[in-house]
Nanobody, 122 residues
């Protein structure tokens, strides 16, 4: 699987961004997907994940109620809609694929995209 993340940029606090992750190379529609982020000087952390069908979604407490993960299997793309952004959301956001059943566990993901930078100004 090859993953290409896009949609990052600079936004003011309270604003919104939508990240996209385009996948190619294998049966995307049968693969769970996740988003992680890494802020400067911090470890990479789980943000959100979605099952292959889209029926199940998972969120970190820090983003619950503000971020929404979704997928379009016809387009081989997973999205992360980010609303009410805060300066502490500033990070490089990475999409990842194929975690088995371990959606929140970074080490379980087999494939990673290159990351897209989100900067939230105060």
């Amino acid at each position: 699987v090859q993953l290409q993340a896009s949609g990052g940029g600079l936004v003011q606090a309270g604003g919104s961004l939508r990240l996209s992750c385009a996948a190619s190379g294998r049966a995307f529609s049968r693969t769970g997907m996740g988003w992680f982020r890494q802020a400067p000087g911090k470890e990479r952390e789980f943000v959100a994940a979605i099952s292959w069908s889209g029926a199940m979604t998972y969120y970190a407490d820090a983003v619950k109620g503000r971020f929404t993960i979704s997928r379009d299997n016809a387009k081989n793309t997973v999205y992360l809609q980010m609303n009410s952004l805060k300066p502490e959301d500033t990070a490089v956001y990475y999409c990842a694929a194929d975690p088995g059943s371990w959606y929140r566990e970074m080490s379980r993901y087999s494939f990673w995209g290159q990351g897209t930078l989100v900067t939230v100004s105060s």
